[in-house]
């Protein structure tokens, strides 16, 4: 199939890439805008923010099980909006968290595991020695998320609203960085075994 001609400067696509970069920028921030806006606004009126995001991943063509982890979420926090709204904004980071733990973990059933399917559309085709690795990091991945879910669920149940938006916008990024850098680090290590 030939190649699409150069996008002009300002073009869809790249348009598609900086809303998207603001979409991340939202998510990771939603914390912050429910710690500011709860002093202005009703908990229901915040709810329409990870509706919104939810809306938006879909208009750009985003049809994945990343989006279909966040539908859920969604679903979940308007009905938990209806015995209590505070709880519905707070819980969002940990339903994400419980349905990616879910969405990680049901990939060893279906396969590809999670990693291997990231792996590959950022790699092309992997050889077979790196599966059992892929496995792994994916089992990490599961743990934690369900550990990152417990926290985040602490500080729903026993936190103050700032400990959360601490917790829920900023220390667990940080976390999911170091898993990120910690796992780079130990793949520039087992690859060069797998290719031997």
Same mark, same amino acid.
């Given at each position: ?17 900086? &809303? ?9 921030? #939603? ?101 059992? #690795? ?21 500080? &729903?149940? #026993? ?13 667990? #990024? ?23």
């Amino acid at each position: 199939m030939p190649s699409s001609p150069p996008r002009p400067e300002g073009s869809p696509r790249r348009g598609s890439r900086l &809303v998207s970069a603001a979409l991340g920028l939202a998510g990771v921030a #939603y914390p912050f805008i429910v710690l500011a806006g709860l002093r202005f606004l009703p908990p229901g009126a915040l709810l329409v923010v990870p509706v919104l995001l939810l809306l938006a991943r879909l208009a750009l063509g985003r049809r994945g099980p990343t989006e279909a982890v966040l539908a859920v979420a969604a679903l979940a926090v308007l009905a938990l909006h209806r015995a209590d709204p505070e709880l519905a904004v707070r819980a969002w980071p940990v339903l994400v968290s419980l349905g990616m733990a879910a969405l990680f973990a049901a990939s060893f059933r279906w396969g590809p595991v999670m990693v291997e399917r990231i792996a590959t559309a950022a790699e092309g085709p992997l050889p077979d020695a790196a599966r059992p #690795y892929l496995r792994r990091v994916t089992a990490v991945w599961v743990g934690f998320f369900l550990c990152n879910a417990a926290v985040a669920g602490w500080t &729903v149940r #026993y936190g103050s609203l700032e400990q959360w938006a601490f917790y829920n916008g900023f220390l667990s #990024y940080l976390l999911v960085g170091a898993l990120l850098g910690g796992e780079m680090l130990v793949r520039r290590v087992v690859r060069p075994k797998q290719a031997a």
